[in-house]
């Protein structure tokens, strides 16, 4: 009788882990190519939202590649993830680095790729347990092997939060300067991307003196990274 029980219980493991692999597969064959027009993480704002009894509007608007200006692409990559045409979904020199300053006293700073953000945000939930980072590095795995790099940015480029209720490259352009994802000069993209680590408590149109030193770090990697002409790499 308890080897029956262990027997059914091994063959629902099983399939639930098959079901797992073949329904994430396909969702990430799909978005290969579906425009996204949404994402766990708006779910979770939305919940959080119903609970708190704060109404909170999503906004979201799909740009595609040639809609979305060089300078936000380059601005994003310069400050998130430099290394982020030549590696392959995670970038071992800064999870070491980030390390190295844990051991040295330092605080724990985050190492993730822009292909592990695009699979938490797109898939996941917001949180730091290691639960979430398992199945974030499975979907980052996925991504980089079914996706072109120039997808991933897109995705996430139109899915990242960047205020409450205000996601995507489009909504966030409108939001903070009032032009189109098309039109972000150097220095508004720069800002954008400097508040990336807290999209919900920094602002890149009334920016702090640290977001100020910050976007002006990043319009300067931009320029070391060589431009738009970095973004051919993809």
């Known amino acids: 009788m308890t080897r029956d029980w262990l027997r059914r219980g091994l063959r629902f493991l099983l ?7 073949g329904l994430s597969v396909l969702l990430v064959l799909v978005f290969r190519v579906v425009p996204v027009f949404g994402s766990t993480v708006m779910l979770e704002r939305k919940i959080e939202s119903w609970v708190s009894g704060e109404p909170i509007s999503i906004q979201q608007q ?16 310069a400050s998130e993830d430099q290394r982020f045409p030549m590696h392959h979904g995670f970038d071992f ?5 980030a390390l190295d300053a844990w051991f040295s006293g330092d605080s724990l700073r985050g190492a993730s790729t822009i292909s592990q953000q695009t699979a ?15 199945f974030e590095a499975w979907f980052t795995v996925l991504i980089e092997l079914l996706w072109p790099k120039e997808r991933i940015l897109e995705v996430y480029l139109n899915v990242v939060e960047w205020d409450s209720g205000v996601f995507g490259l489009e909504a966030a352009a409108q939001h903070y300067f009032g ?7 150097a220095a508004q993209a720069s800002r954008l991307a400097a508040i990336l680590p807290n999209p919900r408590e ?21 320029r070391q990274l060589g431009g738009s002409a970095y973004l051919d790499r993809l």
């Open 15 to 21: 399939f639930v882990i098959l079901g797992f692999v």
């Open 62 to 77: 799909w740009r595609p590649w040639a809609s979305l200006s060089d300078n936000a692409k380059l601005a994003v990559i």
């Open 93 to 97: 020199n800064q999870m070491q680095k």
């Open 120 to 134: 938490k945000n797109l898939f996941l939930w917001t949180g730091r347990t290691w639960v979430r980072k398992g």
């Open 179 to 185: 032009v189109g994802a098309d039109r972000l000069t």
């Open 202 to 222: 920094w602002s890149a149109s009334r920016p702090s003196a640290y977001i100020q030193q910050r976007s002006q770090w990043i319009q300067r990697q931009m």
